[in-house]
């Protein structure tokens, strides 16, 4: 890797869900072994449908996964910033990629090739630990979204989903300041499967009543706890 890696960018790697529990020394020579890649806006890490050679940590940016579905709309899946861990089960699997990668901000990842990978893995176990439980937790998260579609209503799907999200979120500073995604309605009607005037309207509601903060392509959490009970309560008066 011809980067070098800030203290923070280097901890923010070791916390990402494929690093994570390794000693130092362990890391640094996994963070060694990775390519260096910068990416500018409106360029793709990889498309659907070709060969899975590459997955990625993003050490900053963001970057949007999609899919075309065989009637031509696009559903999309995942946004990843910075830490997280981007198509390491379809490369570990030798797959070919489902969904394409599509860089929304100027990012800078890391990658490792799948040869790469699986000699690191035989090196260092607990990566191949980390590689596993990706699988297992990314397999449960599908699970949940397919039960999701079929039995819930749009308003606890997007409540659900808007928790997922911040989840993965740290604060903007040390005081605790309020999670917020920089996503449109557009883009969390078409993860949720539900149309732009039913996100507008059920955010516009959930804006009156302090749960929520919108604006141009991002939204805050204010209420986790009230956003929470539309997510386990169902409450909802829009059709799915």
């Not at 529990?21 to 498309?47: C, S």
């Not at 993965?168 to 993860?191: C, I, V, W, Y």
Request: charge should be negative; hydrophobic fraction near 45%.
């Amino acid at each position: 890797m011809n980067h070098s890696l800030t203290a923070k960018e280097f901890e923010l790697l070791g916390a990402s869900a494929i690093l994570k529990n390794l000693d130092r020394p362990a890391l640094a020579a996994i963070v060694e072994a990775a390519a260096f890649y910068k990416m500018q806006r409106g360029e793709f890490f990889f498309h659907q449908g070709e060969p899975a050679a590459v997955f990625y940590v993003l050490v900053e940016g963001r970057t949007r996964l999609s899919q075309i579905a065989d009637d031509g709309r696009q559903v999309i899946f995942h946004y990843f910033g910075p830490g997280d861990a981007m198509a390491v089960i379809a490369v570990l699997a030798n797959a070919i990629f489902p969904v394409s990668a599509e860089v929304l901000v100027d990012t800078v990842a890391l990658g490792w090739d799948r040869e790469t990978a699986v000699g690191l893995m035989e090196q260092y176990p607990q990566l191949a630990i980390n590689g596993m439980e990706m699988v297992a937790g990314r397999f449960w998260e599908l699970q949940d979204r397919h039960r999701e579609l079929a039995t819930e209503r749009v308003e606890q799907r997007l409540a659900r989903t808007i928790l997922r999200l911040t989840a993965r979120r740290k604060p903007q500073n040390d005081f605790g300041a309020a999670p917020t995604l920089k996503l449109s309605r557009q883009e969390l009607a078409e993860m949720i499967g539900t149309t732009l005037y039913s996100v507008s309207r059920i955010c516009s509601d959930w804006e009156q009543r302090g749960i929520l903060a919108t604006g141009r392509e991002q939204i805050t959490l204010l209420d986790k706890a009230g956003l929470e009970t539309i997510a386990d309560a169902g409450l909802s008066s829009e059709s799915p």
